[in-house]
């Protein structure tokens, strides 16, 4: 059983950053990979970035006004860490955002949740305009 534990997020003004941090316990961290999503009030799960287990293959949401170019995701397997670096912060950034952890989820899909096996609890950003 893999445990995630997010941290990082805070209250930032607009056009700030923050970087999320997400630690992972009871699993062969570097054997995963690790995606992170994003929930705002009233609305749907979103994929935002994720991070194959090998290769250094990293994915980001493609939908329109996305976080490419914006927000980086990073790994550290000695540290059981992903992080997600987000530069240029915008109102709509706003939300609670999730770690996740599945074998093999990019192969899956990683811009699907189901593709995960485990999640953390998430970490609230809120970004002020």
């Known amino acids: 059983q893999v445990q995630l534990v997010e941290s990082g997020g805070g209250l930032v003004q607009a056009g700030g950053s923050l970087r999320l941090s997400c630690v992972a316990s009871?699993?062969?961290?570097?054997?995963?990979?690790m995606g992170w999503f994003r929930q705002a009030p009233g609305k749907e799960r979103e994929f935002v970035a994720a991070h194959r287990w090998s290769g250094g293959v990293v994915y980001y949401a493609d939908y329109e006004d996305s976080v490419k170019g914006r927000f980086t995701i990073s790994r550290d397997n000695a540290k059981n860490t992903v992080y997600l670096h987000m530069n240029s912060l915008r109102s709509e950034d706003t939300a609670v955002y999730y770690c996740?952890?599945?074998?093999?989820?990019?192969?899956?899909?990683?811009?699907?949740?189901?593709?995960?096996?485990?999640w953390g609890q998430g970490t609230q950003v809120t970004v002020s305009s």
């Open positions: 996740a952890a599945g074998i093999s989820a990019t192969s899956r899909g990683a811009r699907y949740s189901k593709s995960y096996d485990y």
């Open positions: 009871g699993g062969t961290f570097s054997s995963y990979d």
